[in-house]
Structure formats: structure tokens, C-alpha cells
């Protein structure tokens, strides 16, 4: 009865796409009828040619996540008309004016981090250099005033682009004030509004861009009681970058964001940390190969009269230890989906380590997250329901849904509130309903069936066979209660968390300056190296935790050993309160939301993915030492 319901859902399947299809047309196509195409980076220009510059965004230095559109605070949105006497220029006038605040046609990466480019009315043409130029006259009522002393006084900066060439600078800055009282008497509060644009060329291509501010050319809007009259003004300096090809043009923004001593420190960490882990893991290897050699000595020699006089020891339980966990579907789901997060982060390392995903491009790594996690999916439902036939589950199918969401659902949950509060915050971080439409067909057009379809693949092709090395007994034996303080669970769960999260501390520092901060991570063949150490000493470690657990008779070692391995996504999580209130200048509701939201999802992840494979090792583990010896 199943296979003709098979085959409708089949023929809907096209009709559901045309649905999605046509509710992502109706919802973007007025919007994105009033946004423009974006300049394609690589342009070759000749002299004289407009150069566009992109505004972006505004919002506190501190909280880089609670971000607004550039135009939510009071700058032009026109190039004035006329020139002033004062004004200098070297260049023809453009023909064609250009309105500001019109927006851009966006990646998916780019509307994740939160972009929202415009235009700008800035008129700059190819190597022409602007002395001095007015961009637009206007006077601040208070409403305004108050709009920018309130982003000054938060430290907001902006950024805008040339090309995908990102520009940052402060709007504005105070003088005098209290750190703890605030403005006070003989305070100033004053605002940048002249830009100094630096861009450098090499043969016809844009290869840098920076903006300055001018200290000297602000202005006073203390009080935002009187009507000020301000000048927004641009000057523009074209520098000849002989020494910096096109395709090199990133390079100066990855070795500007790590000085020369915290480069050098940080390899060092890194040199220390695999010493480290090294040596652990060679000690605890000589320990524990030197033990089983003589466990494996001793049960050969003993006989079922003298085995059963023995007090312990792991043999006792070879009756029990294949005896499979409680919940099974969910079990075989985490593994599965676990298994899964694994793949997806070698490969999105790899792609990122060749070059196939730009490290620079706005959003393209988390982009790619999505789409790598979409595309193995197949993994996931695979390995879950593979594992849970092979414990004689019967219903697969809800091993598989469950593969399906088990890492989806809380991140959708984890999403719809901080979206929810971005919203409220007007800020860009809000993820627009486009981009929404576009990560929901993603999984339900390529993730989900993909799950399915390793299910299906799993139940008609992979072996159902557990093929476990002893027979499990019908009783289940009894596990000693009287167990000493560091061989509690507890106990167990610290060590396994913190040893291999000791390995990666100052790793993790410079990888959280890169998400919650304004720093560029570029060391992906370093990231990679050390998320492969990762995962070896976090198996080891639980190996050597499992041994210690059967030695004492206690065959419940699934869910443990799974749990143990991903104990170090616990420890990141931990590590993110202290970073947020220690090492970080981030406050408010908004950021705060971002910030312990989409880490809880973070670590959720590690958790996973350790805990598959430290679960992968002990499985192994546990079938060789009960494979070596004779058991009825």
C-alpha cells in the first residue's frame, strides 16, 4: 500500500516546486524591481569612467551583529547641484547623476550577514583626484541631531564598498565626557562629515579602497536644541598599487586584521597545543595498550572455572555489552546526524583550504554552510537508519524524520527569536523574507529528500547485520553501585570535555574574534588541522574513559560514550559566556540574543559531531577487545 502513495507524492513533487517558485516570485518581484544590478568586481575601467562607491551599513564597533541600513541615519541622499567657488575638482563633471539609497541585488551569503548595500550619491570617476568637493548642504533639526549624537555616543561606524572592496570609519567622536556619568558640563559631541577616499588601481582594475575622516573639517552638534548647518564634503586620492595584482587585492585585509606579534603567537599556541595533545595521547596510549596486552594474557589462560571466580574485569560483561540502548531511533538520529555535521565541516574546510569558497567574500562561508549541509544530507539518513536496523528497529521511517530535524528544528527555533528581535530592532540582521524563502526550498527541495533517500538506501542495500563478536544474554547483568568519586559519570563527563577543549583554547580565541568581531580569518589549513586534532583526542579520550567504565562491570556505554565525546561542545558554550563578559566589549538585548542564540546552535553542532565520532571509535574499540578473546 505504500508504493502508490510513493508515486503520488512523487507527482506532487513538481507542482509543490512551482508553488515555491511562484510564492518566491510574488513576494520579490516588486522588491527587487526597484533594486539595481551590483558592479561586478574586476571591472576594467578606463580614465574618466564613474567609479560607484556602495554605502552598507552603521552600528556599534562593539556589537557587530546589531547592525542598521546606512540611511537610517540623516546622510545625503543627493549630490548638490551646483558648485562653490571653494570647491576644487579636477575631473568632468558625470553626465548622469546618481540617486542614493537605492538598494543592491544580494547573495543569499551576503543578506546572512546582514548586508544591505545602496547607492550613494558620491560622484568619483577613474583616476581623477577630488581635492575638495561638496557632496550636499543640510540643516540638522533636533530629531536628526539627536539621531547622530546618539550613534556617536555608541561608537557607530559605517561601512561601504568600492567594488567588493570594504571601507570602515567612525562617524563621528566626543570629547570630555564621563565614563560613567556620560555628557556632562563643557562635553562636545562632534560629527565627521568630510570623507577622504584612498583608492588604489592597477592597470584599469580597482585594487584597494580605504575611507578616512577629517578631525578638523567636523562639526559641533552638541546642542541638538539649535538647527546646525552642516557640510558634507569628499575628497579622493588615486594611488598606483604597481606591487598589488587584482587577484591578490584581499590579501592586505587578512594581513591587516592579525598584527605580526599576535600571527606569531598564535602559531605558537598552535605548535603547543599539538605538543601537547601529542604527548597525551602517546602516554595514555602506552598505558592503555600495556593493559589490555596483559587483560588479553590473563583471560587467555584462565578457564570458565577460574573466570568465574574472578572479582571483575571488562570479560564479565561480554554477555552485556552489545545489549543496545535505550531509545534506539533517537540514539541512531544524533550519530547519524552527527556523522553527518562531520562530513559537512571537512568538506566546507577543504572547499575553503583550495580556494572553491572565497574566504573573503561576504557571507560566502556561511553560504556555503547551508548549502554543504543541505547537499549531505544523504549521510545523515543513511548512517542513523543503517545503524538502527542493524538494532532490529522496526520503524525506520521515524529513525529518518528524526535524522531529518534533529539539528534543523533548534536552529529554526533558535532563529525565529533572534530574527524576531532584529525585527523589532529594525535592524539589518533580520534576514530578509527572500532569503528565508531560499534556505526553506533548500531543505525542503534538496536537504530533506536527501535524507530520505540514505534512509531508503540504508533499509535496501546496507547490511542489517550488527555482527557483534559475543552473544548478549536475555538477563541483563547487574552493575555495581559502589563506584568510586572519580569514576562516576560526573566526573568522567568533565574530564572528557575539558581535555580536549585545552587543546583548542587559544584557537577558539581567534576563531570567536573572527565570528563576534571585525577580524578576517584566513588560516583555514591551520582550522583544519586543528578541528582533525579535535576530534582524534576527543575519541581517544572517551576510548580510554570506556575501557576504565567496563573494567568496572558497567555495560551501559552507548549513550555514555556519545555524550562524553561531546562533551566538548558543553565546554565552548561555556567558554562563550566567559568571552562575551571578558574578552568582548558586546552589550545589549539585540546582541546578546545573536550572540548566545547562534552559539547555543554552535556548540549544539560540536556536540553532535564529537559525540558521533568519539561514539565511532568506541564502537570499534569495544568490538576488537571482545573480537581477541573466547567467549561462549
Not at 543513511?382 to 530535524?405: D, E, H, I, P
Request: glycine share 6%; net charge neutral; proline share 4%.
Amino acid at each position: 500500500m505504500a508504493r502508490p502513495s510513493h508515486r503520488r507524492l512523487g507527482g506532487l513533487a513538481p507542482l509543490l516546486l512551482l508553488a515555491a517558485a511562484a510564492a518566491v516570485t510574488l513576494f520579490s518581484s516588486p522588491a527587487d524591481a526597484k533594486k539595481i544590478k551590483r558592479v561586478k568586481a574586476g571591472t576594467t575601467y578606463k580614465t574618466h569612467d564613474p567609479v560607484h562607491v556602495v554605502v552598507n551599513k552603521v552600528g556599534p564597533f562593539n556589537n557587530p551583529t546589531e547592525t542598521y541600513r546606512y540611511y537610517s541615519l540623516p546622510f545625503c541622499h543627493t549630490h548638490h547641484d551646483l558648485e562653490d567657488d571653494e570647491d576644487i575638482a579636477d575631473h568632468p563633471m558625470p553626465g548622469q547623476k546618481r540617486e542614493g539609497a537605492v538598494r543592491h541585488r544580494q547573495r543569499l551569503g551576503e543578506s546572512i550577514v546582514g548586508d544591505r548595500r545602496e547607492t550613494s550619491p558620491y560622484e568619483i570617476t577613474f583616476k581623477d583626484n577630488i581635492e575638495w568637493r561638496t557632496l550636499c548642504k543640510v540643516t540638522l533639526d533636533k530629531e536628526q541631531m539627536e539621531k547622530f549624537k546618539t550613534a556617536i555616543h555608541n561608537s557607530y561606524f559605517f561601512e561601504m564598498f568600492v567594488e567588493d572592496l570594504p571601507m570602515w570609519g567612525y562617524i563621528g567622536d566626543f570629547e570630555n565626557e564621563d565614563m560613567m556619568l556620560g555628557e556632562v558640563e563643557g562635553s562636545k559631541t562632534y560629527l565627521y562629515p568630510h570623507l577622504h577616499f584612498r583608492i588604489g588601481f592597477n592597470e584599469g582594475n580597482v585594487v584597494s579602497a580605504s575611507v578616512t575622516t577629517d578631525a578638523d573639517r567636523r562639526a559641533d552638534i552638541t546642542d541638538t536644541d539649535v538647527p546646525t548647518e552642516v557640510q558634507f564634503s569628499y575628497s579622493t586620492e588615486w594611488v598606483w598599487e604597481k606591487d598589488l595584482p587584482w587577484k591578490a587585492r584581499m590579501t592586505r585585509y587578512s594581513d591587516s586584521r592579525f598584527l605580526p606579534s599576535s600571527f606569531e603567537i598564535h602559531w605558537l599556541s598552535i605548535i603547543n597545543s599539538f605538543v601537547l595533545v601529542l604527548l597525551l595521547t602517546a602516554f595514555l596510549t602506552i598505558i592503555l595498550m600495556r593493559v589490555l596486552k596483559n587483560d588479553f594474557s590473563r583471560y587467555m589462560e584462565l578457564d570458565e572455572e577460574t573466570m568465574e571466580e574472578e572479582e571483575s574485569g571488562w570479560k564479565l560483561i561480554h554477555g552485556d555489552v552489545f545489549r543496545f540502548p535505550q531509545y534506539p531511533a533517537v540514539f541512531c538520529a544524533a550519530v547519524g546526524t552527527g556523522t553527518q555535521l562531520c562530513f559537512a565541516t571537512l568538506f566546507l574546510l577543504c572547499l575553503a583550504l583550495t580556494g572553491l569558497i572565497s574566504t573573503t567574500k561576504r557571507g560566502s562561508i556561511l553560504a556555503g554552510v547551508v548549502v554543504i549541509y543541505c547537499l549531505t544530507a544523504a549521510i545523515g539518513g543513511f548512517v542513523s537508519t543503517r545503524l538502527y536496523l542493524q538494532m532490529n528497529g522496526k520503524m525506520w521511517v521515524r529513525c529518518a524524520l528524526l535524522a531529518a530535524f534533529l539539528f534543523p528544528l533548534p536552529v529554526v527555533g533558535i532563529f525565529s527569536w533572534v530574527n524576531t528581535v532584529a525585527i523589532l530592532h529594525g535592524s539589518t540582521s533580520a534576514l530578509p523574507f527572500t532569503a528565508v524563502l531560499t534556505c526553506l526550498a533548500l531543505y525542503a527541495f534538496i536537504a530533506f529528500p536527501l535524507t530520505v533517500a540514505g534512509a531508503i538506501a540504508a533499509k535496501n542495500y546496507a547490511s542489517h547485520d550488527f555482527g557483534a563478536p559475543t552473544r548478549t544474554t536475555k538477563v541483563a547483568r547487574e552493575i555495581p553501585t559502589e563506584v568510586a568519586w572519580y569514576r562516576t559519570h560526573p566526573f568522567q563527563m568533565l574530564i572528557a570535555g575539558f581535555l580536549p577543549f585545552s587543546a583548542i583554547y587559544i584557537e577558539l580565541h581567534y576563531i570567536f574574534a573572527s565570528m563576534w568581531g571585525h577580524q578576517i580569518y584566513t588560516l583555514f589549513g591551520i582550522l583544519l588541522f586543528a578541528f582533525v586534532l579535535l576530534v582524534i583526542v576527543c575519541s581517544f579520550i572517551t576510548v580510554s574513559l570506556l575501557y576504565f567504565q567496563l573494567a568496572r562491570e558497567d555495560h551501559r556505554w552507548w549513550w555514555i560514550s556519545f555524550v562524553n565525546g561531546g562533551m566538548t561542545g558543553i565546554f565552548i558554550y561555556a567558554y562563550s559566556f566567559f568571552y562575551y563578559f571578558h574578552r568582548s566589549g558586546m552589550t545589549g538585548w539585540l546582541q546578546g540574543s545573536f550572540y548566545f542564540g547562534y552559539m547555543a546552535a554552535v556548540s549544539f553542532g560540536f556536540f553532535l559531531m564529537l559525540g558521533s565520532a568519539a561514539f565511532h571509535f568506541c564502537l570499534a574499540f569495544v568490538r576488537y577487545i571482545y573480537g581477541r578473546i573466547k567467549c561462549d
